[in-house]
């Protein structure tokens, strides 16, 4: 921990500490900025919720992304940016007017590993776990999955659009204070629990590939289990492994390609293979979102995203 009694410590200190792992490095970051950050959300977007809002998302952007400043001395002017970023792109759904795209942050195709690989992730996922089950879920989709627009956020969890705003917005809020606030404490490994997930996703796939499925979901799964499939259909889990086995007798494969793992919510995200002689056989990707209940599957939801 960064002592911060002998005096303020400058931007590059914080910048370094947060990047070793110090939350209330990051979080004494945004305070300092945090009203450069609001006069940037509210010039562009007037004095709004919104501003408010565009301001804990930039947050919760530099949670994943502050390891990306190439400059330590220029923290506030990069906070700016991913402020300025965040409140054009609501400007772009809000109007229908054209606004001018903003120079864009480096593209980064999986957050999750971005955030597997940073100091910081024991405390933004012990700070998850913190939430309702229900904000947390949608804060997994929104910042840790492709399944991030509302739209589809929406349409997975079977919530109304503007239910997931809410719910992201009390999200962001809770994440943003306990940021600013953070304190000193011992923090799950989750490395440890995503890679534990990772290869049970793997063991669960290579199970069906070889017909083993039933015996995989009877060791991991509660005998209650329910499956709600992309269509709506609702069925036990007994019924899964024939449907995984008609896939595979079709020349269908699943490959998993994301893992997000809490205590209570685990996604897997697998890409959906079709075979050559029938390329359009399925949609190209499938999302499991599995609720778990004393470590066991009580509940699945499968979802396709839709193609971008």
Request: one cysteine or more; aromatic letters at 4%; charged letters at 25%.
């Amino acid at each position: 921990m960064i002592g911060l009694v002998s005096g303020a410590p400058q931007d590059s200190e914080l910048l370094r500490a947060a990047n070793s792992g110090d939350a209330g490095a990051l979080g004494l970051l945004l305070a300092r900025h945090r009203a450069g950050m609001q006069a940037v959300a509210v010039s562009v977007l007037g004095h709004s919720h919104d501003a408010e809002d565009a301001v804990q998302e930039a947050a919760m952007i530099a949670l994943r992304r502050v390891g990306d400043v190439r400059d330590p001395d220029a923290v506030g002017p990069w906070l700016k940016m991913v402020v300025r970023n965040v409140c054009r792109a609501r400007l772009r759904k809000m109007s229908a007017v054209p606004v001018a795209e903003p120079a864009p942050l480096d593209v980064v195709p999986d957050p999750a590993e971005v955030l597997d690989r940073h100091a910081l992730r024991d405390w933004v996922w012990t700070a998850l776990e913190d939430l309702t089950p229900g904000l947390r879920l949608v804060t997994l989709l929104r910042y840790f999955t492709d399944v991030s627009s509302y739209d589809e956020i929406a349409a997975l969890c079977d919530l109304p659009v503007g239910t997931v705003r809410s719910r992201l917005h009390q999200a962001r809020t809770k994440l943003t204070d306990a940021l600013l606030a953070a304190a000193d404490g011992v923090y799950d490994d989750v490395a440890a629990m995503n890679a534990l997930h990772r290869g049970l996703a793997d063991e669960f796939m290579e199970s069906g590939r070889r017909g083993q499925l039933a015996s995989t979901i009877a060791d991991r799964w509660s005998s209650e289990a329910q499956v709600l499939w992309p269509t709506g259909k609702r069925t036990d889990s007994a019924y899964l492994p024939g449907a995984f086995d008609r896939d595979v007798s079709a020349g269908v494969r699943q490959e998993v390609v994301n893992v997000v793992a809490s205590r209570e919510v685990v996604i897997w995200e697998a890409a959906l293979i079709s075979p050559l002689e029938d390329p359009s056989h399925c949609p190209p990707s499938v999302v499991w979102v599995q609720h778990l209940d004393q470590d066991r599957v009580s509940k699945v939801r499968l979802y396709h995203p839709r193609e971008r």
